[in-house]
């Protein structure tokens, strides 16, 4: 079993027993010595995204508008779940809720660190609170101008 983690986990400081890789932007994150020594003594494996895989997560997240939400290193750590996810069984642990939800619509096995796991996985639209209209992107409505405001397009267990 291949743990992909975020760095929720270092700083919670959840035990987990397998191999765990992570991303350098999740080791930049860790200000704090805890973090960093937990990770040190989890031996922790440290590999960059490939461009491949980040191209796809950033794809998908477009398709889901979770990308409004993902961080580059959100994006990174999904990409590496990705690129582990079709090589052998994979889990990603995090307990952002974005990226859970990016990595279910990619594929990808989740397990928080702290919280609790998402129930619904969602995809999101732009509402129009001055003329009511949904549109799939856009900060601003191209029929009244008014600012529009991200809500649940639908949802699936």
């Known amino acids: ?3 992909i983690a975020d760095s929720s986990l270092f700083i919670i400081g959840k035990r987990i027993d397998g191999n765990i890789i992570t991303v350098p932007s999740v080791e930049e994150e860790l200000r704090d010595e805890r973090s960093r020594t937990i990770m040190e003594l989890m031996k922790v494996r440290i590999e960059p995204p490939l461009k491949s895989y980040i191209s796809e ?5 477009g398709v889901t508008k979770d990308n409004e939400e993902l ?6 750590i999904l990409a590496k779940a990705l690129e582990y996810s079709r090589k ?7 307990d952002d809720y974005a990226v859970q939800n990016t ?3 990619l594929g990808i ?3 928080p660190a ?3 796991k998402i129930r619904d996985v969602l995809q999101w639209e732009k509402f129009c609170i001055g ?3 949904r549109f799939p992107q856009g900060e601003d409505c191209p029929v009244c101008g008014t600012s529009l405001k991200k809500i649940r397009k639908k949802s699936r267990n």
């Open 103 to 105: 990595a279910i619509h």
């Open 88 to 94: 052998e069984l994979t889990v990603l642990i995090t």
């Open 57 to 61: 997560v950033i794809l998908k997240a």
């Open 114 to 116: 702290g919280q609790k």
């Open 71 to 76: 961080s580059k290193t959100d994006i990174d």
């Open 131 to 133: 003329c009511k209209r």
């Open 109 to 111: 096995k989740v397990m």
């Open 1 to 3: 079993m291949i743990y």
